[in-house]
């Protein structure tokens, strides 16, 4: 069973997708790209997670082309952080809860679209990690950085154990704001903990005891 979503996470969504453009206006500020370059980054990571989902999932025509306001939004977000900068500069844990944000919300909207076409849960899972963190994986790539996903930092994991308990609620219970919001607040929270506690996984060095 997938629940139908609550009308405000549409909201949200338009949220995550500014905020994830932002970070990727601002990954091509720190690597001095122009004004275009500004923008086609900071679109791509707003738009890659979603895009790489309903590929992977066949559900194509992908979300932006019946819905180009995505686009619109990313492309605006992406602009106003060049004017934004000085600001968001003084304040930088608003960007890190803003993007813990971004990712809750995207998680839990890429394993409901799993479901909502008809996939196993293990697929609906890997759906809303994808689309949770892909956006942020393509910003890295560009920008010549180690993906986050990859390192020990605690970012794919919250994605990863919000799908799951996505997943799994939709199983047990048909209470749509509870299904979704309590995935949505253990991800958002485990990501903030990890960052302001400095948590992390193990890391793996070859030639160490």
């Given amino acids: 069973m997938n629940p139908d979503l609550p009308a405000y996470i549409e909201v949200l969504n338009l949220l995550g ?69 000085p600001m968001i500069s003084r304040w930088p844990n608003a960007m890190l809860v803003a993007d813990a944000a971004g990712l809750a919300v995207f998680t839990v909207i890429g394993a409901n679209t799993a479901l909502a076409l008809g996939f196993e849960g293990w697929v609906a899972v890997v759906s809303g990690v994808l689309t949770g963190t892909f956006g942020g994986l393509i910003r890295d790539v560009l920008t010549a950085q180690v993906p986050l996903i990859l390192r020990s930092e605690v970012y794919a994991t919250a994605s990863l154990l919000g799908a799951v308990a996505y997943v799994l609620l939709s199983e047990i219970s048909r209470d749509a704001v509870v299904v979704v919001a309590l995935p949505i607040l253990a991800t958002f929270l485990l990501r903030l903990a990890a960052v302001y506690r400095g948590w992390s996984l193990p890391t793996f060095q070859r030639g160490t005891p």
Avoid: E, H, M, Q
């Fill in 17 to 85: 997708i500014a905020v994830f453009a932002i970070t990727g206006a601002l990954a091509a500020g720190s690597r001095r790209l122009d004004w275009f370059g500004v923008v086609v980054l900071g679109v791509v990571v707003a738009i890659g997670g979603g895009t790489v989902r309903d590929l992977v999932l066949g559900n194509t025509p992908v979300f932006w082309v019946d819905d180009p306001l995505a686009v619109g939004i990313a492309a605006g977000a992406a602009l106003a952080a060049i004017y934004l900068d």
